[in-house]
């Protein structure tokens, strides 16, 4: 007797192969020691597009087939993949398959993968869940040791099955809705439209944007400058200026923070060339420093919305 493991991709497939001992390899699975350990190279099965559904749906366009919702949803087979599904289902087919382990990503949407094949392929053997997220030995083994029956993950699987439902009811009659109205075929996509509004935005907004002037006031310190907070008002920056010029600065107290700080990018050509300037060209002539003064300095700044 043997037990089927479906995952969800072959890496996946060679990693729980491994460790249960299908050491055997064949065209699109592998077997040995009681298993046999096949995968689904992604969605092999998908709900059928509305003209597949012969309700009128797949006449010419026009407002009076909206809005295209199913009484029953139904689900073809994916023609690139098809091959890869009849293997499947020869394999839960064999008489000497008793058990079916489903390996397929530990979320909804592996949920879904793994049922839409197992009930397109009127299966009823029964299923048990191999919840993993790591492809480690000890990882695979130890949720080999504790899997629970599919029917506990079938809240998991009516999510998933939900989200579908609401992809295809937004795109398929968004799509329809929009390409009607404006006499070209426009994709419309639960995720993908504000998605795409959100960068249209954003790049509305740079392109509109109108620059900011601010003032501070600096003090140099010698080995280091003092800024003041920044100041919308010029007069105010001008009169902060002139009350600081030939008076002395008493440092009163002086806080410190611990931060973390990201690791820097990767050097581009300016970045590159502006540090080798700064560490490489030590002969060239040197600025004096000046005396403790207040200067004004004038700055911009560019913000997004």
Sequence with gaps: MSRLVIAEKPSVG??????VGADKTQKGYTEGNGYIVSWCVGHLVGLKYPNNYGNGWEERWSFSQLPMIPEKWQFTVTDST?????????????DDVTEIICATDADREGECIFRYVYNMAHCTKPVKRLWVSSLEESAIKSALAVMKPMSAYDNLFSAGFARAKADWLVGMNGSRLFSCRYGGKLNIGRVQTPTLAMIVKRDSDVDIFVKQK???ADLNCGDFTLSSERIDDENAADT??????????????????VKTEKAPKLYDLTTLQRDANKNLCRNLP??????????LTRQSTICFA
């Design 14 to 19: 060679r990693a729980v192969s491994a460790v």
């Design 82 to 94: 098809r091959a890869q599904y009849n293997l499947l289902k020869g394999l839960m087919s064999r």
């Design 214 to 216: 601010y003032f501070t």
């Design 240 to 257: 902060l200026v002139n009350s600081c010029n030939n008076s002395s600065v008493a440092i009163t107290s002086v806080k410190r923070e």
């Design 286 to 295: 040197t600025v004096p420093m000046l005396s403790m003064q207040a200067t």
